[in-house]
Nanobody
Framework: QVQLVESGGGLVQPGGSLRLSCAAS????????MGWFRQAPGKERGFVSA????????TYADSVKGRFAISRDNAKNTVYLQMNSLKPEYTAVYYC?????????????????WGQGTQVTVSA
């Protein structure tokens, strides 16, 4: 089992920045690809970004390319999502997730473990 706890959400003005964190425990962190997803009110949860176990490969949804950056610190068992130039339409609950396969993670689906989510609200 892998336990995931997100933090760093909050209220931010349009154009602002936030950095989300996700702390993992339970298994060897570097063995897992990590991903970020989001679910806006009334919408299905969607893929945002993923990073391979050692951090050498990343992938992003087209809607966030150039605005978001995923990274990880395996010594701290933590994955991050730096979000810049935020828009109101980015308001959502953001979830981190883990899967023991980069090939699966690249597809943006099939993750096995999920956190509880952290709310991000972009509003003036």
């Amino acid at each position: 089992q892998v336990q995931l706890v997100e933090s760093g959400g909050g209220l931010v003005q349009p154009g602002g920045s936030l950095r989300l964190s996700c702390a993992a425990s339970g298994r060897t962190f570097s063995n897992y690809a990590m991903g970020w997803f989001r679910q806006a009110p009334g919408k299905e949860r969607g893929f945002v970004s993923a990073i391979s176990g050692r951090g050498g490969s990343t992938t992003y949804a087209d809607s966030v390319k150039g605005r978001f950056a995923i990274s990880r610190d395996n010594a701290k068992n933590t994955v991050y999502l730096q979000m810049n130039s935020l828009k109101p339409e980015y308001t959502a609950v953001y979830y981190c997730a883990a899967v023991a396969s980069w090939a699966v993670a690249m597809g943006g689906a099939g993750f096995d473990y999920w956190g509880q989510g952290t709310q991000v609200t972009v509003s003036a």
